[in-house]
């Protein structure tokens, strides 16, 4: 009779658990910032898979341990001792092994999912040759639509490159081809788009929340790193590595765009002469280091010397 | 044993030699006994945790408006800067030092630590190490401002030009808090191996000594990589080598993996010692045996183990191949496993016995279920996809926080409570300790949990401005930072009033197991009047064994006379 019960409430906590872990897998979507590029909707996928079975775990602990704390309490003229019981081989196998089992296979989900968004540049060159192979190699996703946008992506149309110069504190986005420059970053739906990182002093963090994607930019190393935007919009993109005193205000706009106006706005850009930018830190340094102290109102508590901002970038465009 | 050879005559009025100071004044001398040492430690770290989080609340009152409008941008960078540096080298380390300091020795039935001078030594560098740090407010340039990670480019780049700055005085203070921390690991890993009592076996040897070993093996093959690289990052500071700056041809990615070959592992080092805690303070309020007791004493070690091949996870973002970047994934998910051994072993320790409410359990549970929520976040965080979203985001700072925070620092005070007994000879205040503990939980809950949602929306760590789609999130965090700091008044209050008048409890109040339990409260300096031999495994809840042959077992076997019985 005990046990009967035991295993209907076990039962019916069983479900509980797993209708509460596949609500918070389809909550967890809506947590993040728009899904504005391919890879997002990968990660997004993922991080469902992982939000549900981690609440899984959550709940199937934290279950059992409140149920304890609840029944098994100790009445106050209660000094006996719990029942002795030291292990229970069986149960320490089944709950060393789950968990193995588990990790592992998140792991290798991961792994595809990671496979799946091949922000490894220098290996989507052989890719470009040979798409249909790409195909049969990504046989199982879970959904297979961001892939398809990636692989479309890459099919149609050549690699969008842009050049992306971090410094202390601003962001220059170089275009090749047309030998543009700008400090907001202009990008055409739907294509793949490789980035060439670089970096003229310290470590920076290259991240678009929106595209769930971040590289670290490393003085004198050249990191390639690719994209495909799949959402119209603006977007901002954040140095994610601390990179000095101005380190939070070190943000541009990102600006996904239909093909046709992302190529006006190349052909607009490429018709302006080059001038300097508005840049923050600038701004900042100027205002914290005028005699007048007019930084007095600005802020309560005054600073120490900092490393001087580059000066303002001069590009063809700045918002 | 080793031990018995050394063995001092014994004294009488409970002194290490003779004109050494018995009141309170011993706290301030150069006192080898390994208890001195260990409320040293506590007392002192417990000092810097509030200078920390005194940091982190004028930290908390910049961003709970989205501009940077309360302090300069310099200053707050200094900030988190100091915050992280003095909780982790001045607080968490020592306070755990300081806990171990004082237990193990107790548990394992041994007079002292095997090197006591030296012991004396390491704690009295850690005032060294706060001065150091601290003093760094007043030079020109003002604190290091390059996080306590302290990467280079960023901590190489000297707006003063001096020599003397903060970066510096940073470098000096954490290469003599790695010595300390190196001779303490030497300390506690020849204590723990050569004067455990006869008849302490392995596996009679409490949890909490297990977790403690192996955290200080950490500490003894992880901190050289650490050291080294301070060394190397001053030297490129003061003299100009090359070894990390960019401009000179050095690397910068370099620093990283020596800075996390020991920095990850040095959360295992944290956590370890609280994971022993909660698995001594579980059996006595649930009167129960540790559930899995071997398992979970030798899961200590294999996280020894596994811990030493995980660092790259905090690099997925840095110029990792893709290769290492899922090599890690793997090693770091496998963490889980002796860490979910442990989570599944408590809940197991509880079930079905007869827990009581004390502060102490309240701590421990309160800090399992914390560990619980964050072990769950560590596993997103090692999935490589996942991490490079969120990545140096405010998740992170989330996770981390829950570590530290919710399950290191609710193990701490855990153990103060649980031990306080022995330490003073008096109960503390159990209503003030409910207040603490009630404060403490809801504090952490608003602080951090709110992180996670703002970290995944794309808030980086570090900034002291920010846009304003994230100021919900962090209001709500910042009102629940004050909160933290106000939950340390009661503790404080209760600490200092209950050791000047709280009541007097016996030697062992809480009808504990264990060789610390048998001595007098407060022991006296040599711990035992004889040395105890051991003759059953610890945690003998609802078996009536007596624990050592030698000497009578008060509160073990003949309870319940015994339990209000002063010391005799």
């Known amino acids: 009779m005990m046990k009967l019960r035991a295993i209907l409430i076990m039962t019916v906590y069983g479900i509980l658990v797993t209708l509460a872990s596949l609500w918070m897998a389809k909550q967890s979507y809506s947590w993040f910032p728009p899904e504005a590029s391919a890879e997002a909707k990968l990660l997004d996928d993922l991080f469902s898979l992982f939000t549900g079975l981690g609440t899984f775990i959550y709940l199937g602990v934290i279950g059992p341990f409140l149920y304890s704390l609840i029944f098994h309490r100790a009445s106050k003229y209660d000094m006996s001792d719990g029942p002795p019981i030291e292990g229970n081989i069986w149960l320490e196998i089944v709950w060393t092994a789950t968990p193995l089992i588990l990790v592992l296979t998140l792991a290798f989900v991961s792994y595809r999912t990671y496979e799946k968004m091949a922000v490894r540049g220098p290996m989507e060159l052989v890719h470009l040759h040979m798409p249909q192979m790409m195909q049969s190699a990504y046989a199982e996703p879970f959904d297979s639509k961001p892939q398809q946008e990636i692989q479309n992506a890459l099919i149609t149309a050549p690699i969008e490159q842009v050049d992306v110069i971090a410094k202390q504190w601003a962001w220059v986005f170089h275009y090749p081809k047309q030998d543009i420059t700008s400090t907001e970053l202009h990008l055409p739906v739907n294509r793949r788009v490789r980035f060439t990182l670089h970096s003229e002093d310290v470590l920076h963090g290259f991240y678009i929340p929106a595209f769930r994607l971040k590289q670290d930019v490393v003085p004198n190393h050249e990191i390639n790193f690719e994209l495909t935007p799949v959402k119209t919009g603006t977007y901002r993109l954040r140095d994610s590595m601390f990179s000095g005193t101005y380190f939070a205000a070190n943000q541009a706009d990102v600006v996904v765009q239909p093909l046709d106006e992302y190529q006006q706005w190349l052909a607009d850009a490429a018709s302006q002469s080059p001038t300097p930018a508005f840049n923050r830190a600038v701004f900042e340094y100027s205002k914290a280091n005028d005699r007048e102290g007019a930084t007095k109102d600005k802020v309560a508590v005054r600073g120490w010397d900092t490393i001087p901002p580059a000066s303002p970038p001069v590009v063809n465009y700045a918002p | ?568």
């Open chain 2, 1 to 568: 044993m080793t031990n018995i050879s050394i063995e001092a005559p014994e004294t009488v009025r409970g002194q290490p030699y003779p004109g050494a100071p018995d009141n309170w004044r011993r706290f301030f001398t150069f006192s080898t006994d390994h208890k001195v040492i260990g409320i040293q430690y506590i007392v002192t770290s417990f000092f810097f945790f509030l200078i920390g989080g005194t940091f982190s609340m004028i930290m908390r009152g910049e961003l709970i408006t989205p501009d940077a409008d309360l302090v300069d941008r310099t200053v707050y960078n200094a900030l988190f800067t100091m915050h992280g540096s003095v909780m982790l080298f001045l607080w968490t380390f020592p306070v755990l030092v300081g806990l171990g300091n004082y237990l193990v020795p107790l548990m394992i039935g041994a007079r002292d630590m095997a090197f006591p001078r030296l012991n004396a030594v390491s704690f009295w560098m850690i005032p060294v190490v706060g001065v150091l740090m601290l003093s760094s407010f007043l030079v020109p340039g003002g604190p290091s401002q390059s996080g306590w990670w302290a990467y280079p480019p960023v901590s190489l780049q000297n707006p003063t030009g001096n020599l003397i700055n903060g970066q510096v005085l940073w470098i000096l203070a954490v290469a003599v808090s790695g010595v300390s921390s190196i001779m303490g690991g030497v300390n506690f890993v020849t204590t723990i191996f050569r004067m455990r009592a006869p008849g302490m076996t392995w596996f009679r040897t409490p949890a909490f000594v297990w977790s403690v070993l192996a955290a200080q093996l950490i500490q003894l093959y992880g901190l050289p990589a650490l050291t080294g690289g301070a060394v190397m990052l001053l030297l490129d500071i003061t003299i100009g080598t090359s070894f990390f700056a960019p401009e000179r041809g050095g690397n910068p990615v370099l620093y990283q993996h020596f800075f996390w070959f020991y920095s990850h592992p040095a959360v295992y080092v944290m956590v370890l010692p609280a994971f022993g805690i909660f698995s001594e303070v579980l059996p006595v309020h649930a009167r129960k045996p540790l559930f899995g007791y071997r398992v979970i004493a030798a899961s200590s070690i294999l996280i020894t183990v596994v811990s030493g091949s995980v660092w790259v996870h905090h690099m997925f973002a840095s110029a990792t191949p893709s290769w290492m970047r899922i090599l890690f994934m793997v090693t770091s998910m496998l963490v889980a496993i002796p860490s979910g051994i442990k989570v599944f072993g408590w809940v197991a320790t509880i079930w079905g016995g007869k827990i009581r409410f004390t502060t102490p359990m309240l701590f421990a549970l309160g800090g399992i279920s914390n560990w619980l929520f964050a072990g769950i976040t560590g596993i997103f965080l090692a999935s490589v996809p996942i991490d490079i979203h969120v990545n140096n985001t405010y998740f992170v700072v989330g996770h981390f926080h829950y570590v530290l925070y919710g399950a290191i620092v609710m193990g701490i005070y855990a153990a103060i409570y649980h031990w306080f007994p022995k330490m003073t000879g008096r109960m503390y205040y159990e209503g003030l300790g409910k207040l603490h503990f009630a404060l403490t939980y809801l504090g952490t809950a608003l602080t951090f949990l709110p992180m996670h949602p703002a970290g995944l929306m794309g808030l980086p760590r570090r900034v002291a401005s920010y846009d304003l789609e994230f100021a919900y999130w962090n209001v709500i965090a910042s009102i629940g930072g004050f909160l933290l700091g106000l939950s340390t008044l009661p503790f404080i209050l209760n600490m200092v009033s209950s050791w000047i008048r709280g009541e007097k409890v016996g030697n062992n109040p809480w009808r504990a197991y264990g060789l610390e339990w048998l001595t007098s409260s407060p022991p006296t300096v040599e711990n035992f009047e004889e040395l105890p031999i051991v003759v059953s495994g610890p945690y003998g809840y609802g078996r009536s064994r007596p624990l050592v042959g030698n000497i009578p077992n008060p509160g073990l076997t003949e309870f319940p006379e015994s339990l209000t019985q002063q010391k005799s």
